[in-house]
């Protein structure tokens, strides 16, 4: 069993940066991929970033490629996401997920991934 909890997000001005955080409880973090993931109202989960289970290996959306920035620890099993130059279109509920198949150095499908956070809300005004 691995749970997962977001915090960091918040109310931004357009332009501005916000850092999520992703902590896992349990056992071998360091054997998931973990993926961040955005639900906007009235729009389905999407993908954002993922990295793999060394940190050495992280793939982006092209919506958020060149502005946000995935990183993890795993001595603190921790993921974090930092968020720049946001725009009102980033608005969304961000969850954080672990993908434990070994399989896989990285994924970017909904359906890859085993457990899920709650989510933390990102909101930015323009």
């Known amino acids: 069993q691995v749970q997962l909890v977001e915090s960091g997000g918040g109310l931004v001005q357009a332009g501005g940066s916000l850092s999520l955080s992703c902590a896992a409880s349990g056992r071998a973090f360091s054997n998931y991929v973990i993926g961040w993931f955005r639900r906007a109202p009235g729009k389905e989960r999407e993908f954002v970033a993922a990295?793999?289970?060394?940190?050495?290996?992280?793939y982006y959306s092209d919506s958020v490629k060149g502005r946000f920035t995935i990183s993890r620890d795993n001595t603190k099993n921790t993921v974090y996401l930092q968020m720049n130059s946001l725009k009102p279109e980033d608005t969304a509920v961000y969850s954080c997920?672990?993908?434990?198949?070994?399989?896989?150095?990285?994924?970017?499908?909904?359906?890859?991934?085993?457990?899920w956070g709650q989510g933390t809300q990102v909101t930015v005004s323009s």
């Open positions: 997920a672990a993908d434990l198949n070994f399989g896989r150095t990285l994924a970017a499908d909904i359906r890859d991934y085993d457990y």
């Open positions: 990295i793999s289970r060394s940190g050495g290996s992280t």
